[in-house]
Every structure is written in structure tokens, then in C-alpha cells.
């Protein structure tokens, strides 16, 4: 259902992640939510558990950034 | 997704319990219902409706009462008996049982629904929980987008109004309809979860904030705006609900204009008429006043009126005296013969003799004969056709008397007028029936407020969007300042910069995948109708920025005013464009969609129908199409025919072809 809606809604973000103030993003993050989000709209998955993973995927993608990140390695 | 079978107990014309088995191979996806109307073609797509959302709408949006879709016979006065609808169905290659059924008890006056229930398992496993239940069919069929999957003629004619209009009330019904189709509430649901989560990771930073003595008074001043945007934000809540509430209700005026559109020809003229009769019936007796004016002071008239009943009078003598005339010249003949008998004493026609007593017998029978002469009081009608030959000039020249004969043949025009426009009045009654005199001009204000009111609700909107988004820009600053404090957790600033970047990226996208969806389905319309349209001019179906749907010619020129024929293929393009991006995979269920569609017209939909590699059922008329015609157009893409027939009085059976 809704088939190209998450296709369409990926097109527009990634074509926008190479501005710089979106250089914290990846694609693979923007790819998982949507996929968290798209579970949402067709699943019976209730709203908070949705959150919550969209929450802990920031959060891994943070702690990785950070580590990656060389000025916060002190 | 596809139907496999449906049970109908007690349902619209089928009394007791009805199976129609629909499992078709996918290679011969097609399946044909014919039935002649009130059989129950209608009522077993509305099944579907009721089964799967426990509600049914017409083709104008309008709920239909669950106690008008059951079978009116199925139980007698006080008591009650069980209705439902049960469909197996194939989704992700797993058959499940989709159950709804109530009770109805007979009153008086109508069948009063006392209970429902919804029921849904996978075939051979326990029930699942209601809410389950309702979320499961809503995956396999979101009832939003539904009827792009299961529409009947009304519906057609509905989205083809809506279309022709081209006003606001058409724009955003088209607007609606592609955002329906390709989930734009996916977008809007995102970004509510990202913008809740953006939340937590700031309330976490501001927590650690808080600790810092230096942080704190930006702490509290962040609260407080967070509070702000929070009021403002359920102000803006409130506004949307209430514009959503105003714009359903403007929808509901604009279906019933719709409806009065039918009418309302009708109605004007039958105003006009009415009008008129009031107006003429005054001239008509002004007229008569006149005539009885010139009738009065004439010398003519009451003459002309008496040669009348003269004529009359000598009309009849004439007619009498003609008919004593021939009767005399009858007699006389017989008169003759027996005087020739007598005085030759033999009989002139056989030649026998005259004897003695046969001569008494002669004589007393002329005696006779004579005397039926005699006793007649006979005037020769040579007289009375003189006569009337002289009146007949009389009466001539009386009806070359000007004044009088002018009125008299307007005054029997005028009533002739009068009596066609009162028929007329009494025949646009019959027509308009039950609907009475709906006061159109008050509706049209209504709506027309209705309009304003939205207008200065989407301002209001507008401005506590701009507040909204000015507080944001100071919770932003403090958010950078509160950030920018060296002794916070970089991972949680670094969460908080993350959750930030992708609230901001989703809102930026929003727009651009608005337009895509336009477009998306813009291309799926074009698409069916050039499988749909046999002129080669209908190229393109065209959604304007402004959500105005027309079709294009080869050069891309709008094409004015299709025919009514093309602005139902148009619609039909329409739907099955969205229901193609809304979702390959489902069946279609399509009630006598031909309308108003030509022959030629109607096999390329029929073409268009045996491309198709989902479940597709029709609903047909006999006049529409035949079995034999079937099977010749769908080939070995036919996967069942059914036939609906009568059973009874109000009561109907189906039966495989």
C-alpha cells in the first residue's frame, strides 16, 4: 500500500543531505527511519515503541559519530 | 490482496445464507456478475464496505443506515434474526476470515439493528483482538483509500462532477485524493515522531544544563518558550479541527448542491411557470372582462348569438324533415306498386291474379298507407335548407365583427397557454417528488460563509504558524547557547544535533513530496487513459499545481469540454490512477461502470480491464453486456461468471454461469 510513498519521501531528503548543515546525517540513517516510520504507517505497531527505536537509532548514530569524531576523543 | 468468497446472510435482497465464490487464478483474473437492476449487485459491493469498515456510503458520501443494507424480509414483527457478511480473503499468501454480523429485530416501522460484531483470523487460528482486528484490514485495505478499489457508477459520476467543477471545493477533492492515495500522512506522522524525540534528547540536555549554575535562567527561559510553542501549537490543533470540521460541513452543502443541481433546472422553471400562470391567469381575466365589456355595448353579439340558436333549431327541423322525406318516398314507392297491382288485378313482381280477397287486403293496406302520409306534419326540407343556406351568410358576416372575434380566439389561445403551462407545473412536480423546495439561494450563502470562515481559520493558522516558527528560532538560539556549555555530554549534543538536522530535512522535503505525489499520479491517469481513450487527440491527463484535473491534446493544449462519454473515461482515468499508486497488488470491484461510455469506448475499458493482472470483478446489466459477449471479450483472462437472478418477490439467488 501507498508503494511509492517512502520511495518518494527518500528521493526529496537524500537529495538535500549534501548541504552542510545536514552533515551529521547518512543515508543509512535517513534509510532506517524511514523504514521505522513506513512500519508505522502499515503495521499495528504501537506509536511509543515507534519512537523509542527512532530514538535509539539516533542515539547509536550519535554515539558513532562521536566516536568518529576526532575533536571529541579527548 | 484478494477475495476468495463472501457469504451473505440475510443481506440486501438475499434472504437466508448466499455464497459467491470469487477465487480466481491469476492468470484469469477476471470475474463478471451479471444481475438486472435491483438484483443485488449493488448490495453485494456494499457487503464489502460494511464487512470490512462496519459502515457504507453512497456515492456522495453519505453514510447509508445499516438497517436499510439488511434483508427486509427476514424476520417478522417483534422478532429478531441474524444478518452478516463474511469474506475469505488472500493477503501476503495467507488466507484469513473476515466476519461481521449483527442482529435485527422487525418493528412497526422499520428493522431496528440491535447489535454488531466484528470478527478476524487467519483461516484455522483463534480471533484476533478487535483494535488488531481493525488494524490488520486497515493494512490490508486502508479504508481512507478504498474507494479507488470498490466503485459503482455513482461514485464515477460523483468524482466526474467534482472533476468538471474545477472550483475549490473540486481542487481540494483532488488535492485530498492524491495525498490519500500516496500517504501523505506517512510524512506528517514522521515528522510528529521526530519532533517528539527532538524533544526528549533537549529536555535531556537541559536536565544536565540545569546543573550548571551558569545555564540555568536559559533553562527556564527555554521551558518557557517550549510552553509557548506547546499552546500555540494545540491552538493551531484546535484550528485545524475546527477548519476540518467547517470544511466537512461545506462538503456536505456542496454534495447537496450537487444533488439540487439535478433539480434545479426544474425548479427555475417550474418558478417561471408559476409565475407566468399568475400573471397570464390576470390578462385571461382581464380579457373576459373586456369581451364581456364589448358583449355588453354591442347590438351584434347578443344577435349573433341568437342566429347561433336559430341555426341550431333550423338544423334540426332540416335534419328531421329529411329523414320524413325519404320515409315518404318509401311509402309512395309501395303506394304506387299496390295502385298498379290492383288496377292491372295481378301482382307486378310475380305475376299472380288478383283475387277478391287479396283485393280487400290491397285496398285497406293503401287506406293504410295514406293515411301514415297524412297524419305526418311534413314541411319539404327544401325550405329549411334555404333557410339555413340564408343564416349561414348571416352568421358569416357576424364573425367578421372585429373586436369580438379577436378576443374571442385570444382569449381561447390564452386558455389553451394556461392549461399547457399548469401541466407542465404538475409534470415538473412529479419530477422533483420528495426533494419539495429546498431553498437553494440559503444553502449557497451558507456556504459561501462557510468559505470565509475557512479562509479566516487558514489565516489564523498561517499566523500562529509564524509564531510558532519565531519561538522556534529563540528555543533554537538557547538551545545553541545551552549547547555550547563545555561541561555537557557530547553524545547527547551530538543526538539532540542529529534529532535537529533531521526534523529540519523532513520539513524542507515536505513540499517536494507533495509535488511528487501530484505527479506520480498525474503519470498513472495518463497512463489508463490512453488504454482507455480510442481518439487519438485524448493524450494526457494533466494535474495542475492548483490540483485541477483536465485532459491535454497532443500539442498539450488543454482540451476545453470533452464529451460526457470522455468525462467519465476521464474519472475512470482518475481512479485508477490512484488506486495504481496507492497499491498494485489489490483487487478491483467495479458496479456497471459504463455510464454513458460508447461501444467502442467501453471494449477499450474492457481491454483495459483484461490487462489487468489483479482479481477484478464487474458488475454488469444485461443491456451492458452478455455472458456470451463476455467471455468473448475477456477470453482466457475470465475466471468466473456469476449470474444474480431472481428468486422471489424482493428476494434474489446467485448462481455460477
Redesign the interface.
Known amino acids: 500500500m501507498f508503494k511509492d510513498a517512502k520511495n518518494l519521501a527518500q528521493e526529496s531528503i537524500l537529495a538535500r543531505l549534501s548541504q552542510p548543515k545536514f552533515e551529521c546525517l547518512t543515508p543509512a540513517l535517513v534509510q532506517r527511519l524511514l523504514d521505522l516510520a513506513w512500519m508505522h504507517q502499515t503495521d499495528a505497531e504501537p506509536r511509543q515503541r515507534i519512537r523509542a527505536a527512532i530514538k535509539d537509532e539516533i542515539s547509536k548514530a550519535a554515539l558513532l559519530s562521536s566516536k568518529e569524531d576526532p575533536s571529541l576523543e579527548d | 490482496m484478494k477475495i476468495r468468497s463472501i457469504q451473505l446472510t440475510n443481506w440486501g435482497p438475499f434472504e437466508g445464507v448466499h455464497s459467491i465464490h470469487l477465487d480466481v487464478s491469476a492468470g484469469s483474473p477476471v470475474v463478471v456478475v451479471h444481475g438486472e437492476n435491483g438484483r443485488g449487485k449493488t448490495s453485494t459491493m456494499r457487503s464489502l464496505f460494511w464487512c470490512l469498515y462496519g459502515t457504507v456510503r453512497d456515492g456522495y458520501g453519505y453514510k447509508v443506515p445499516t438497517h436499510e443494507l439488511v434483508n427486509n424480509q427476514c424476520c417478522n414483527d417483534g422478532q429478531s434474526s441474524e444478518f452478516g457478511v463474511q469474506l475469505i480473503v488472500e493477503f501476503d499468501a495467507k488466507d484469513y476470515e473476515i466476519s461481521r454480523t449483527g442482529k435485527v429485530r422487525q418493528m412497526p416501522d422499520a428493522l431496528n439493528v440491535e447489535s454488531e460484531e466484528l470478527s478476524f483470523r487467519p483461516v484455522g487460528e483463534h480471533p484476533y483482538s478487535e483494535?488488531?482486528s481493525i488494524?490488520?484490514i486497515n493494512?490490508m485495505?486502508?479504508e481512507a483509500?478504498a474507494d479507488f478499489y470498490l466503485f459503482d457508477g455513482e461514485k464515477l459520476a460523483s468524482v466526474e462532477k467534482k472533476l468538471n467543477k474545477n472550483d475549490s471545493d473540486g481542487q481540494q477533492f483532488v488535492q485530498r485524493s492524491v495525498e490519500r492515495?500516496?500517504?501523505?500522512?506517512?510524512?506528517d506522522?514522521?515528522m510528529s515522531?521526530?519532533e517528539?524525540?527532538s524533544s526528549?534528547?533537549s529536555d535531556a540536555i537541559s536536565g544536565q544544563a540545569k546543573l550548571l549554575d551558569d545555564s540555568e535562567k536559559l533553562v527556564l527561559k527555554k521551558q518557557g518558550i517550549e510552553a509557548d510553542i506547546e499552546n500555540l501549537a494545540s491552538d493551531k490543533r484546535k484550528l485545524v479541527e475546527m477548519r476540518a470540521s467547517i470544511e466537512r460541513a461545506r462538503g456536505d452543502i456542496a454534495n447537496k448542491l450537487q444533488d439540487f443541481d439535478l433539480i434545479r433546472d426544474r425548479l427555475v422553471e417550474r418558478q417561471l411557470l408559476e409565475a407566468d400562470v399568475l400573471s397570464d391567469s390576470k390578462k385571461l381575466d382581464e380579457k373576459r372582462e373586456e369581451l364581456r365589456h364589448e358583449a355588453d355595448s354591442s347590438w351584434y353579439w347578443p344577435i349573433s348569438k341568437k342566429l347561433d340558436a336559430i341555426t341550431l333549431d333550423l338544423e334540426e327541423s332540416y335534419d328531421k324533415s329529411k329523414k320524413i322525406d325519404e320515409s315518404n318516398s318509401k311509402t309512395l314507392a309501395q303506394l304506387h306498386l299496390l295502385e298498379s297491382n290492383l288496377s292491372s288485378h295481378s301482382c307486378s313482381l310475380c305475376g299472380a291474379e288478383v283475387d277478391e280477397s287479396s283485393k280487400k287486403g290491397i285496398e285497406s293496406r293503401i287506406k293504410d298507407l295514406h293515411r301514415q302520409i297524412g297524419d305526418q306534419d311534413f314541411e319539404d326540407p327544401i325550405v329549411f335548407a334555404d333557410q339555413l343556406r340564408k343564416l349561414s351568410g348571416y352568421r358569416e358576416k357576424s364573425k367578421r365583427f372585429p373586436v369580438l372575434e379577436e378576443l374571442v380566439k385570444s382569449i381561447a389561445n390564452s386558455d389553451l397557454e394556461l392549461l399547457t403551462k399548469k401541466s407542465r407545473i404538475l409534470e415538473l412536480g412529479e419530477q422533483i417528488g420528495s426533494v419539495g423546495n429546498p431553498d437553494i439561494l440559503m444553502l449557497e450563502n451558507d456556504k459561501d460563509k462557510l468559505t470565509t470562515r475557512i479562509s479566516e481559520s487558514e489565516r489564523l493558522e498561517e499566523q500562529v504558524d509564524a509564531k510558532i516558527s519565531t519561538e522556534r528560532s529563540s528555543l533554537k538560539a538557547i538551545q545553541l547557547k545551552i549547547q555550547e556549555s563545555p561541561d555537557l555530554d557530547?553524545?547527547?549534543r551530538?543526538?539532540l544535533?542529529?534529532?535537529d538536522?533531521?526534523d529540519?530535512?523532513?520539513r524542507?522535503?515536505?513540499d517536494?513530496?507533495r509535488e511528487?505525489?501530484r505527479l506520480?499520479v498525474e503519470a498513472a491517469s495518463s497512463n489508463i487513459l490512453l488504454q482507455l481513450s480510442s481518439e487519438v487527440e485524448y493524450q494526457k491527463v494533466s494535474i495542475s499545481p492548483k490540483y485541477q484535473v483536465a485532459m491535454l491534446d497532443t500539442s498539450h493544449q488543454v482540451l476545453p469540454s470533452p464529451s460526457s462519454g470522455y468525462s467519465q473515461i476521464l474519472a475512470l482515468a482518475f481512479i485508477g490512477g490512484l488506486a495504481d499508486?496507492?497499491?498494485?497488488d489489490n483487487f478491483v470491484v467495479m458496479d456497471t461502470p459504463w455510464g454513458r461510455v460508447d461501444r467502442g469506448n467501453r471494449k477499450l475499458i474492457m481491454k483495459w480491464i483484461r490487462e489487468r493482472s489483479n482479481q477484478t470483478i464487474i458488475f454488469v446489466q444485461s443491456g451492458e453486456l452478455t455472458p456470451s459477449e463476455a467471455r468473448e471479450h475477456f477470453g482466457n483472462k475470465m475466471g468466473r461468471q456469476l449470474s444474480i437472478v431472481r428468486q422471489g418477490p424482493n428476494s434474489s439467488k446467485i448462481e455460477e454461469i
Do not use: C, H, T, W
Open positions: 483494535s488488531k488494524d490488520m493494512l485495505l486502508e483509500i492515495a500516496l500517504g501523505l500522512s506517512f510524512a506522522r514522521l515522531d521526530i517528539s524525540v526528549g534528547f557530547p553524545v547527547e551530538k543526538k544535533e542529529i534529532s538536522a533531521l529540519q530535512i523532513l524542507e522535503s515536505y517536494e513530496f511528487n505525489m506520480q499508486v496507492a497499491g498494485s
